[in-house]
Structure formats: C-alpha cells, structure tokens
C-alpha cells in the first residue's frame, strides 16, 4: 500500500493532471484509489498559469497580488477532503503561492454556526463558505455577512448562479435513485416516482421498511421535499400524494452515505432522492450491487451555495478562490470532484453529468432547483409535521 | 542536644474541625512534660491513650490543636502564635512501628535520602551511612533490599535511618512490637546500649511495661489522652501517684476500706477491707483520718497464700479468701482468688493447696499495700491488673 | 590506609556524628510550597471542569446564542424543553436504555467473571483477556460491526432468517437491540471490578463454607456473589451513567426508526438543525448533568469507604478454582458463547468490510476484496493526518492526564490539604459530563475568553477536552495504589527531611510507577476512540480518528471507516501489549 503512494510520486501526479481526464467514468472511485498525493506537492513545481479569459477586467491583478501576501484559505464546507481535490489541485496550478488551503469538513449548518460563533468572538477564521443549507444561507445574507462580490464569470452563467447577492451557486447536485441491483430485477427498478408507488404497492409486504429517503428533519432533506411538493404544487398537482404512497414503506436516512451502505447490504432495495455527490464517487465500489438512475418525473438539482463572508480574513484568496470554480476549468473539477457542474460550456459524460446533460434528459419541467424559495419557519414546522406523520 | 518541651497539647479528632461525623473525641487534654539532654523518655499507657498521638505531634505529622512544644529554643508548634514547623523542618530522627523502610530502595539508598536532602557530598555521605550500618551491626548489608532481610534486621535499618543524620531528638514509635519474644528482649537490651553510646535525647513509645521499666530514664503514664504520672521507674512501679497507673504498670489488685485508725503519711494505719469485713495493717501514703473511705491497691506479688492450716497469721496482716484456681507459669504460680465475692490474683512460688471450699488466707506486709483516698474502683479494670510479663497484644 | 593513626579516626567518628542542620524549604509568601502545589492542583482541576460547565449553565438561562448580542435572561429555555413533546419520550428512552444495559452487563460480567475466576473452565484464562477487548473499541465502531451481522440485512440476521424462514427473526433498530450492543461495549467495565474483587476475597471464607460441608455451587451462591455487591454496585453506576451520555449507537440505530436518545437528541440540536437552538441544548443538558450529578453522589454515598476504589489492579494472590466436573463445559459454552456473538463476529465483520469494496450477504467477500479502503486512508494526507494526530492526543493526553491526576490523587489523598475532599469530588466530576457537552462548553469557553483563542481548533483543545472526560478513569486507576502504601512511608520521609513534595518525587512516585502506567493506557485507549468533543472543538489540521470516521461514514464511505478502525485497534493492540510487557519488567524489578 505504501508502496502504491509513495512509489510513484511524480508519475502519478502526471495522471492526475493530465491523462486523468481521460480517465472519464471511472474518475469518481479513480479519484479515491489513484488519488494519493497531497495537494502541496505541486506547489514547488510552477507550472504556468493559464491565460486569463480576456473578460476579466483589468484590475484583477490587484487582486492576485494581494492575495501573494495572504498566502492561505480556510475554506469551511460540508465536502470531504476528496470532493475537494481536483478543485483545490486545480487552483494551486494558478496561485502557487496559496500554499495553505485547509478545507475543514462540517455539516451543513455546523458551517454557519461555527462561522457565526467565531464571528462574535471576532475570530473570522474561513474566507469562503460552501454548503447546501438554504435556510441558513438566506440568514447568513440577510444578515449581510456575506461579501457582495461580482465576480467576472458569472455573464457566462445561467441566472440562478447568483441567487442572492454575494450567494454564489457551487454546483447543482443532482438527486437520484439508488437500487440494490442483485436484490431486484432490471424491470424492477423504475426510473420514476410514480414507477416506484406502482412496484411498492403491488409487493407492499417486501418493501415494507424497505425503501429510504433523506429525512425531512434535517435541513438538506427538508429542502429536498419541500422543493418537490411547492414544484409539483406550482404545476397544479397533488404533491402530497407521492409521499402518501411512500412514506409509509419509508425509513429515514440523514444521510447518503448510511443510505448508500444499506442498499448494498440489502437493507434497503431503493433509496429515492439520495444525493448524487456521494452516490457517484462510490460506484467504483459497490458498483457490483448498486445502480442508480434519474428520477424521470421529478429531478430535483440541489444548488450547493457558496460566498465569501463580509468579514473573512483572507477577503482576495477567498474571492480567487470562488471565481476560479466558477470557471470553466472549476466547474470541470467540480465536476470531477463528484457534483454536478452547471456551467453549460462544461462538457458531461456518463459519470459526471451537468445540469444541461440533466435537463436534456428528464425534461424542462421536471427538473426541480432546490433553491432559497421557502416558507416562514412556521410552514417548515408544519411541513416536518405532516411529512413525519405520513412515516410508516 | 536540647530539651524537649511539651505544654498543654491538646488534640481532638472528629466533630466539625475535621469533617467527619460524631463526636469529637479528645485524644489528648492539656499533656506537658519536659525531655531533657540526653534522657530515655517513654511515653507508657494502653492502646488509645494518646502516647502516640504524642509522638505525632511531636514529629509534626499531626497538628495539636492546642499547646506548645520546644526543643530548645526551636519552636515545632504553638497554636497560640499559630506557628507550625512541618515535620522535615524539625531534625527530628523517627523509627515506626512498621519501620517504614522504603521498599524499592537498598538499605543504603534508605539511608542515603536524608543525607542527600542535607546536600552533602558523595564521600560524607558514603562515610556517614558506613558508620551508622556499623553502628547497627550491618556493615555487610547495604545493598540489600528490606524484603530481603529478616524483621529484625529491618528494625535496626529504620534506626539507623533514624541515626545517620544525628538528629537532635530521636523518636521511636514501639519499634520492638513486630519482634517474637525472643528477639525481642535482645533487641531492647541492644537499643538501650546504642542509645547511651549515642547519647541521643529519645522519645519512646510503647504499651509495654517491661520496655518501659528497663529502658528509660523515666517514664510518662498516659491514659484517655491524659498524662497520669511521669517518674523513674522506681517511682512508677513502687510510688503510683494513682490508681490507673498501678493498674497499668504490674498487677495490681484493688479493694475497698474503711480507715479504722488514721495516721499521717508513712504511719502504719488500719483499714477495715469492706469484701472481707476483716482488718489490715498498712502503710499509709497520706494522711488518712478514721472513717474514711480508701481504695487499696495490692500488687499480686506482695502477696503470700497461705494454706489454712498454716498457723492463724498475725491479727490484721492478712485477709480471708478462697481458692479459685492455681495456674502454673513456669516460674511459679498465679493464684485465682476470691477475697469476700471478689476477685483477686496472687503470685507465689510456694504450691498452696485450700482448705474446705478452698479457703486460704493472704498475708500482705503493710508496705506492699497502696492507699488512694476515697473511692478509686471506678478508675481501674476490674480484677487484676494487666500480667507483669507484658504479653504484648 | 591513614586510618591506622588513631586520631583522624577518632576525628572523623566524631565527624560523622555532628549534628546535621535539617533541610532548608524555601517559602513563598511565608507558605512552603506544598500549599501552593495542592492550592494549585485544586485551581487547575476546578477550572478545567468549569470550563465546560459554566458556559453551558449560562447558555441555559439566556434566550439566544451566546454569541449573539442581546440575549436576555430567560428561564424560558426550560419551560419550552419541557412542553417539547419529544423530550419526555426521550429521557423515557434514555433511562430505558440505561436501565436495560446496566442490569445486562451487570449479570453477565457476574456471570462470566464467577466462571472465568473461580471455576476451572477449560480456557478460561484467554477468554478473561478476550473479555476486556471491546474497550479498546469506540462504540461507533462496535455498533458499525453489529450492524454488520446483526442488521436487519446482516450476515447472521440473513442465515437465521432463512432457517427459521422469518423475513425479520429480530429488529436491531430497537431500544432492545441498542441496550444488547452497548452491553457488549461496557460489560467489561463491570467484568474489570467483579473479576478483580472475585481475585482478591479471601478464600478462607470459602474453605470455611466448604468444611460447613457446602458444595461449590452452595458457596458460590451465599458466599462469593454477596462479596461482590461493592464491585457490583460501583460498576453499575458506571454503566448506567455511560449508556445514558452515549452518543454512536442512538445515532447509528435509531435515527432511521426515529427512536430518540439523550446523546443524539443534544447532537440533533447542536449540530443538525438548520437553527440550532443553543438555549433548549443548554437547557436539557443542564438538567442532564444534574441528573448524573445527583446519580454520582449517590455512587460516593453508597461507596463512601475505601470500597470505592476497588483496585484495578490488586494483589494477584493464588485463588482457588471450583471444579464443577461436566458443568465446565456448560461455563465454557456461556463465556465462549458470549465471546464469539458478542464481540466476536461483529469485530470479524469490521475487519470483513476493511478488506472489501462491499460487504453484503448477497456478494461473496472473496469477490469484491481489496485494499482499497485502505489507500483511501493512506492516500489522504488529511486520513493520516488524523492517525497521527488520534496518536499524539492519546500519548500526550495519556501523559498530562496521568500527571495531573497522580498530582489529584497525591492531594486528595496523602495531604492536609484543607480542601482534599473537593479535589477528589472535582476530579471525579467529569464522570456526570457527556462528550457532546464537554466539547460545546469548551468551544464556548475557548471563544469567549481571549486568552484562550489561539486554542481554537487546535489538537491542545482537544486533548484538554477528551483529558478531562478521562481524569476520573486515571483517577481511579491511581487511587487504589497509592491507598495501598503505607501513610508511614511518607511519614518515615518526612521525617528525614523531605517535604511534601520531595516525598512524593523521592518515594512515592517510584512505588506508585505501575499505577501511573496503568493510568496511562487506560487514558491512552479512552482517547485514542473518543470523539464526541473533538465534533466542536476540531477543525482542518485536528482531526481525530473519530471525527474522520464520522465524516467518512456520513459520505458513504464505510470501508473506509472499517479499514481505519482497523488500523486503531491494531495500535491500540500494540501500545496495550508493549504496556503489558513494561508492566512484567515493572514486577520483577
């Protein structure tokens, strides 16, 4: 094991930089295996800068400049060190001398309130905030926290790149269908909603306690379905009636990962609406029992936010940082870091599709953005009341 | 090497000071005594009389909460000026019971700490702890271990230990009770001969009388935390300023009398013994006035049993009594008696056998009899005294 | 030699017995410096069990978050925790919990340590030593393995349903099934003092029974099982305090039947929400320390006299065995019974999942084996890391806490210290203080005394917070020892000269040397799994073996988190054997 790390040194940081494009599907669980050298590593090694798209504007230099003498980023997300290598990798082609890029791994709300905690004690430590907690977000920014930064991509982006003011869009993770595939037949994994209510009730004791979702109890999950029952409210259908049919065959997951190992232990035959950043990575591994699929009547693409805080220690970092995954050579390792790239001139492949890629497929309508669109607290309350009771 | 002077220590345990529940109890009320240079000073007195509470103060290791104690112009404590000298502050030499040697350290290691605290150098050091093995008689043994040696042996490396940095006062806390009879007796008679070859000021604890008789200078008699007599011990054993400590030092009985015929002290006066009914001639320690009530002490081996059939003895040298039973004791006999319902012990060499329902009579010469104004029973164990021989608890 | 001429002789004998001057003690403040260390001693302990505590009281009693300006004085946190509806179902639970796996654990350790100690069964010397293995393992990792097996897609939970031909023959995912694995995770606790108090009674009692003409069941009965009602108590409250606080195995099992537990129901609030609501965290975990408290007391009223300290390690005196006859195998099937469902296949099922892309009873092993999880591990700098950053928190805080409690123990019990009593109460305290709490009070208190504020995130945070969660183990490891030497040894030093201090340096610390080792891995496998606190405290650059499983498991990447408790237990294994083969050096010596 030893061996395959450290043997291979610059080659394989060659793969990695290079041929790893190539590399395409299997990049997910690729990244996992092949990628073993430290982020720093490259740092020695200049490797010149690419040209600047020429709609950048001109004092951008200034900026770079200044971001010499900061010379490191906190980054506070709710991402593991892997979704965040080719990202970091990439950006350290550019500014070698952000030498110190630490990428503390949080849950989605923990980000704000560590962030918020540090703040009254005036001991800003992050520069950039990434993490799909709408709610906290929009507190976050009503709150004018966050730094209004324009940065120069975004006339190349669609329009809800920047939801709020200085609330940049990360990615758009697509929300997927798992199956336990040596547990169910190819016709016995519907690529639908509504598929799934019609194989559900007609084995109702089989899938008894057999199927998963994310928990509307916590705040990603509770995004999820309350995005799904406003859209398919707004198109004039009875959302409820989906989870009337579901939830009672349903167990709660908080997260993918737990959701992910169940289906391939066969705890659960189909998780619906588990996240695609953590499925897609994992496939190289339980590849030979999972599958999964879009969710052909109702995708829901989740906009992981990110911003620089008013207040952030390394402001110019901080702002490099985020035009860079805004970019077309960002989104790619977005992209290649397990989520969903929405740039729409960042191309898609089988393992890594772009929100253009899933909007082709499953159709305009279908396609639901989990944005900042949300009721008061009260609702949310009511809607965590009524989604739990439906629980079987 | 100065005296050593206790005032008025006074010490409680228990109740509020210390926390814990109950009564406080007083361990020791208003003790004084002074050491002096060079003197074999023994603290004597049964289990929980408070002599080695004493001692602790005296060393430091407890805090009196009353009194003063010097050694010559050092004050170890004085609560009136709230002034305590911790007990490393004091110079002080201690053996214990248990010998407290250090059992991960070599004999010599043992006796290296004290010095080492003192910072002297290696050679003195090496030269001090030869000198005080060789005082002990252990010159062989410094790189032994404790458990490697036998009791005796350890007790003699707690004192030199004790010895090696001359400290001005050396403090024994029964050194001897973890010894077998035998080794025992050896040891007392060696411990006396080193503490007269060093000349030290020593403090001894003990609960047995015969230690305390042949080793010391003179002798404190300790009871409930009080001090009852401090004497040679001559004065202890022949002149017992009190009942308790007739009791404690040799075998003692005690009965009840009416002074028939008064005297001053030294006078031979008459009692009427109230068991008996009959009288006896004694020697009046103080003045007695007829009609009083005296408590009498008679040790058991002023007594003589005679056989009835011995010839009546001399009107009022002796009482009436009945055999109970005779014990052999190697060198002669202890007489269970009953003096009129009460209990009574008698030594004696002669083989005395009772007449009809064992009754014997027993002669005690007038100056073999202890009188104690008043009525004293109350002060002493009932029957006799503790055995002479000092089978150590 | 000189020494034949007479005089110098004499000189010298005269020399060696001039008085000495005794040792001069310098003071500070006319104090000698015992009273600064034992006032010191107290001050440090005191502060850091504050720490934690205060915050979280104050937190209690304000209506927003800390830091948040504006927050008025508002006892309304507790009104609102109260009308929670969920609350009371949860401390139902958690006392349900509790209850069931103190009264398992209790009776098996009974069970097992009467058959391992006193009766001949055939390997019974092994399987004591196999018994003690899951405390070495966090109860993530326990609970991750049970999963495993006895999941409802288990291995053993698959084979059994087939037989029976049950579709579910059991359901893990319940209070039951909660209390049956964190009995497997704390039955040694209670095994550790019932086997050791089983070691130490004295077997004339026993021959007495047995010349009375009583056969050996008979004096196991009325003689052995009541001598160990001091061992039995203190375990039991142990254990029930433990279950109570714990965290991984309500969070593993019952957030999917969305059965709630003390543990997950502060983590829920503190961690999950969108809006944490720091006033209703502060609130329940108020009432939480102060139920413990009130359970900790109880412990020290019922143990008030030495018992309660019943030694770790005591005097290992040859003790009898009962030959049962053909019973010892019906023993040996109970205790390897245990063995093997226990902590057994579950451990296997770990190591299993280590080695394999995916693990499930529906794809054979062989054909999805690799090492994959392990070069995730490996090839992460950020996974190392945390290996080498658990390693040094458990080995320094092994240390500090080793020292910091000889020094409690020191002055708790071998001082005058006025205040001896509350510094074994202090010191003994964080027992009534779960991780969750500990690591948000010591957030809060790094915060918001500046001082304090380079500590933040920093691996010293840790190690303060996860050492004050393992100083009364330490304690409790030294106490025994210590109260088994002699007070005249030190009597005997302190007489010739040494103060307090030196009494200790010069003497005791040599004697009291197997405690402190023992302390120091028992601390040292306490830390090396704990990770509760370090949730809050951690950031980047102080990740722990715990937190990083934590991460990896929410992002799915479970053979990960198998391949790196692995690698903790393996380190565990060799700091535990190299310390048991000290520990024989240490005997001889």
Redesign the interface.
Known sequence: ??G??SGAGPSRRQVLRGGGYAAGLALGGGL??A??Q?P?GAVGEAVAAEPRPSYYPGDYDRMVRASKAEREL?IYSNM???NW?PIVDGFQKHYPWVDNI????L?S??VF?RY??????N?Q?ASLLVSG?P??WL?FVSGRKLLDYASPELPHLPSFARPRPGLYTFSTDCIVMVY?K??LGEHERPDSLAGLITLVRSQP?RFK?KI?TY?A???FG?AIHDTYVRTRQRQGRDAWATYDALLPFT????????????V????YLIAYFASST??F??M???G???TWKFVADGTPLFLRGMGVPAKSPHKNTGKLMLDYILSHEGQSNVSRGGFTAYRPDVPADAGHPTYTSVTKQVGKDNVMLIGYDFGTQKEQDAFVKQW?GR?G | MPELTVRGLTKRFGGATTGTAGTPVTALDDVSFTVNDGEFFTLLGPSGCGKSTTLAAIAGLEAPDGGRITAGDVVFVDTAEKRFLNPEERNLGMVFQSYALWPHMTVAANLDLPLKLRGLSRADRDKRIDAALEQVGLGQYRRRYPHQMSGGQQQRVALARALVYSPTVLLLDEPLSNLDAKLREQARAWLKELQEDVGITTIYVTHDQTEALTLSDRIAVMRDGKMLQVGTPEEIYERPADPAVADFVGRCNFLLAEVAEGGAAGAEITVRVAATGTPLRVTARQEHAAGDTVTLGIRAERIAVRAPGDGEPGGAGALPARLVRRLYSGSRYEYELDCGGHPMTAEDTAVVEGGTDGAVWLTVPPDGVYTFAGDRTSEVGTGAGAPVAGAAA | MADVIETPQARDDAAHRAPLPAPRYRRLLGAPRERWIQYGVFAVLLLLVLAPVVPTVWQSLVSK?????GGALDPGNYARLFTDEGFGTVIVNSLLLAALTTVFSVVLAVVLSVLLVRVRVPGGRVMGGLLMWPIYISPLVLAFGWI?VY????YVT?AVGHLIGA?EPWNLYSIFGMALTSTVALTPIAYLYCSNALRMADSSLEHAARTCGAGPLRVIRSVILPMMRPPIMYSALLIFTASLEELSIPL?YG????IELFGSFLY?YG??????DYGILGAASVLFLAFLAVLVTIQGLVLRNSRRFIAVRGKATRVHRFDLGRLRWAGFAIAAGYLILGPGLPLLGLIARAFT???????SPL??LS??N???I??????TGSIGNSLIVAVVGGVAVTVVAALAVLVARRSGFRAAKAVEFTALAPQALPGVIMGLGF??TI??VAPL?PL??TLTAIIIAFGVAALPAAFGAIAPMVMQIGGELDAAARSVGADWWRTFSRVLLRLITPALLASFVLVFVNMIKAFSAAVFLG???SQVIGTTSL?????????AVAALSCLQIAITAVVVVAAGRLFKVNAHA
């Open positions: 094991m030893s395959h790390v996992l295996t990628g073993c430290p720093k906190t593991d060190t892997y290598k630490a990428t503390t791994n849950g709300s923990q309130e918020n905690a540090e703040e009254a004690a001991q430590k907690s709610q906290n507190d336990n040596v547990l004791k306690n998963t928990s109890g916590m705040s509770l167990r709660a997951e908080e997260s993918s990962g737990p959701m992910l190992d169940k391939a232990s066969g705890e953590i499925v990575p994992q190289a591994q339980v030979e029992v999972v739990e629980l | 978050p800390l830091y948040a300006s495993i999941g409802p897609a288990g698959s579709e593993l957030k999917p039947v969305e829920d961690l999950d929400e969108a809006t944490p892309q995916v693990l499930s009873p529906l794809v054909k999805v090492l994959g392990f070069q995730i490996f090839g992460y700098s950020e996974y957030f809060w915060l918001f504020r933040q995130g950031n980047a650059d991460t990896l498991w929410t992002n799915g990447n479970t053979g």
